[in-house]
C-alpha cells in the first residue's frame, strides 16, 4: 500500500514551458486535490476531483489544467510555466465517507526560471 | 477576515515545556476540525481530528469550542521531536466538503 505517490520530487522549468505532474493513490478514495504551498499563504487548493470524469476548480486554477480518466491518477498540467509558479505542489486524496483523512503525497518541488 | 487564523510563531520553548496553540475559523457552519503536523520540507500528516468533547492522545489535547470558534492544540512535556509547524484544518460540508487550511504555527523546541 504505497498511499499517494507524486512525481517528481524536484523540476526546474524555463518560462513557458509545459510539463505534467503526475499523482497516483493506491486506496481507493473517490476525492483527490491538488494544492501549492508557499511561505506565508498556507495551504491553496489548485483543482479537485470528487470521482472519475469530475473536476472542479479551487481557488488558484489559472495556469493549470486536470483531468481525472481513472479513479487512482490525478495529473497536473502546467500549461505554460510562469515564475509565479515557482512553489511546492502537493496532491492528496481522502475518503470523507470514512474519518475524512487526508493522505498527501511527499511534494514536488518546481522552480520556474 | 481569514476563514482559517494562526498565529505563526514561531513559538520557541524548552523540552519539557506546554505549549498550547490556537486556530480560529469564521464560518459557524464549519463541521469538523484537524491538526496536521508539517515538518520541513516534508508533507502534512494528520496529527488528530478535534471532537466536540474534546481529545487526547498521549501528550496532545485538541479542543473545540463551538461558541467562540476556535480549536486549540496542547502539548505537555514538549520533545525535541515536537518541533515542526502544526496546521489546522476545518471542513465545510455544506460548500462541497470543502477544505481550508489555516497557515501554520511553527514551534521549535530548545535543548
Known amino acids: 500500500n504505497a498511499g499517494v505517490t507524486q512525481t517528481p520530487k524536484f523540476q526546474v522549468l524555463k518560462t513557458g514551458q509545459s510539463m505534467t505532474l503526475q499523482c497516483a493513490q493506491d486506496?481507493?478514495?473517490?476525492?483527490m486535490s491538488w494544492y501549492r504551498q508557499d511561505p506565508g499563504m498556507g495551504l491553496r487548493l489548485i483543482h479537485y476531483?470528487?470521482?472519475?470524469?469530475?473536476?472542479d476548480q479551487g481557488e488558484v486554477p489559472n495556469g493549470y489544467n486536470v483531468s481525472r480518466s481513472t479513479t487512482e491518477d490525478f495529473p497536473l498540467r502546467l500549461l505554460s510555466a510562469a515564475p509565479s509558479q515557482t512553489s511546492v505542489y502537493f496532491c492528496?486524496?481522502?475518503?470523507?465517507?470514512?474519518?475524512?483523512?487526508?493522505?498527501f503525497g511527499e511534494g514536488s518541488w518546481l522552480t520556474v526560471v | 477576515r481569514k476563514e482559517v487564523e494562526q498565529d505563526p510563531g514561531p513559538f520557541n520553548v524548552p523540552e519539557g515545556a506546554t505549549v498550547a496553540f490556537n486556530c480560529t475559523y469564521s464560518?459557524?457552519?464549519?463541521?469538523?476540525f484537524f491538526w496536521y503536523r508539517q515538518d520541513c520540507r516534508k508533507e502534512p500528516k494528520l496529527l488528530m481530528s478535534?471532537?466536540?468533547s474534546g481529545n487526547e492522545d498521549g501528550r496532545f489535547t485538541a479542543q473545540l469550542n463551538r461558541a467562540s470558534q476556535y480549536i486549540s492544540l496542547l502539548i505537555r512535556d514538549s520533545k525535541l521531536s515536537d518541533s515542526a509547524t502544526y496546521l489546522c484544518?476545518?471542513?465545510?460540508?455544506?460548500?462541497?466538503?470543502?477544505?481550508?487550511f489555516g497557515t501554520g504555527t511553527r514551534l521549535a523546541v530548545r535543548p
Open positions: 476531483s470528487v470521482g472519475a470524469g469530475i473536476t
Open positions: 478535534v471532537y466536540s
Open positions: 492528496a486524496s481522502r475518503d470523507p465517507g470514512h474519518g475524512d483523512t487526508i493522505y
Open positions: 464560518n459557524s457552519a464549519s463541521q469538523s
Open positions: 484544518v476545518v471542513t465545510l460540508k455544506s460548500s462541497g466538503d470543502k477544505l481550508t
Open positions: 486506496m481507493n478514495h473517490e476525492y
